[in-house]
């Protein structure tokens, strides 16, 4: 194991407890803020958040992890790494480091992408007052990726389905069918809700609580799961003549990517995490975004997402099948290599650093 490895979880509960410790270490001040709900094992959940440096200051670099539960062992470990190794005692003057963990802690500690109510979470953050956005192409595939069957016959079938839409209207539609979310089937893959979810107005409490008082504001939501295996690649939400996407091209070049514009690894979603920064910080100089690291095969990562949710709506951990699949969707968002490991953990701090020197 290498020296970064060590910092990586098996479970959400061995992930919290290291990254509380790494964050004592570091002389953080740690809040917690406790999930109405346990853990599979009976244990506490929560979205804690670890701050170095002065309560007022007026810039903040935020990292963020676990919006897709089973991710956060990605984010959860590196998070963790960069507390240990003293990162955090490199901050410029006038500036604080905010880590936020398990941002959606029930999906972390049950092992889903998904929360407590089925919620994609980056589908969740946007007016539920008014109509929600429509996704016709998922209608048109919907037995597709939610199959009633989860056998061979059956995924054979939904991928032939998947072809044959891609065919007629292109891969890129494909994927927005896929990726961008819907409103209407609570049961069905990428459910973005339809009211703000406890980790939404849990995450708005935290920004308001701990980056208010701030002028300038970074934020990076880790994920994995999209692109070359430990690749990075910054997602933003903002078109490209945006200045919040102009300073995060000058700090981190060609990685940086609109959801707006051709080349993202991310289709262009509603209700992304990162809009919330800008709605609750209005006035402020914000600058956030997703920063993915790719796993396996496109095509395997949504195998996993389509039999986690066959899972959920079959008996979840009762059904016989369960070890499996949990395996597999675990398997699809972390890679449990030690260069991987080390790849994701040293792009994040190169990030991290260039973002700092320019507060």
């Known amino acids: ?53 002065p309560a007022n200051a007026r810039n903040i670099l935020g990292i963020g992890s676990g919006t897709h539960g089973v991710e956060g062992f990605c984010g959860s470990g590196i998070s963790t790494a960069l507390l240990a190794s003293g990162f955090a005692g490199k901050l410029p003057a006038d500036t604080a480091l905010i880590f936020i963990h398990a941002i959606n802690p029930w999906g972390f500690a049950w092992g889903r992408r998904v929360n407590e109510d089925n919620v994609d979470l980056n589908r969740n953050f946007l007016d539920h007052d008014k109509a929600h956005p429509e996704n016709p192409g998922y209608d048109a595939i919907y037995d597709a990726v939610n199959p009633k069957e989860l056998s061979e016959e059956a995924l054979a079938d939904g991928r032939a389905k998947m072809k044959a839409y891609a065919e007629a209207h292109g891969p890129a539609a494909l994927q927005h069918a896929l990726t961008a979310g819907q409103y209407i089937y609570p049961e069905g893959v990428q459910f973005g809700g339809q009211k703000p979810v406890w980790s939404n107005t849990t995450l708005r409490d935290i920004i308001r609580r701990e980056m208010g008082a701030a002028e300038r504001i970074v934020y990076i939501d880790i994920h994995s799961g999209l692109g070359a295996r430990g690749h990075g690649e910054v997602i933003s939400t903002a078109p490209e003549t945006n200045d919040a996407f102009k300073r995060m091209h000058g700090w981190w070049g060609d990685i940086v990517h609109s959801t707006r514009a051709q080349g993202s690894v991310s289709s262009d979603v509603p209700g992304s995490i990162t809009e919330a920064f800008a709605q609750e910080l209005t006035g402020r100089e914000v600058t956030p975004c997703g920063l993915e690291f790719g796993t396996i095969a496109m095509n395997a990562v949504a195998a996993a997402l389509v039999a986690d949710n066959w899972l959920h709506r079959n008996g979840g951990f009762d059904n016989a099948r369960a070890p499996a699949i949990k395996r597999q969707i675990r398997d699809a968002f972390y890679v449990d290599e030690d260069d991987w490991k080390e790849d994701v953990t040293r792009q994040t701090r190169q990030m991290a650093t260039r973002a700092l020197e320019d507060f």
């Open 1 to 53: 194991m290498t020296a970064t490895a060590q910092y990586f979880s098996g479970t959400y509960a061995q992930a919290r407890a290291r990254f509380l410790d790494a964050a004592k270490t570091a002389g953080a001040t740690v809040a917690h803020n406790l999930h109405p709900l346990k853990g599979p094992d009976g244990g506490e959940i929560a979205t804690d958040v670890a701050r170095v440096g």
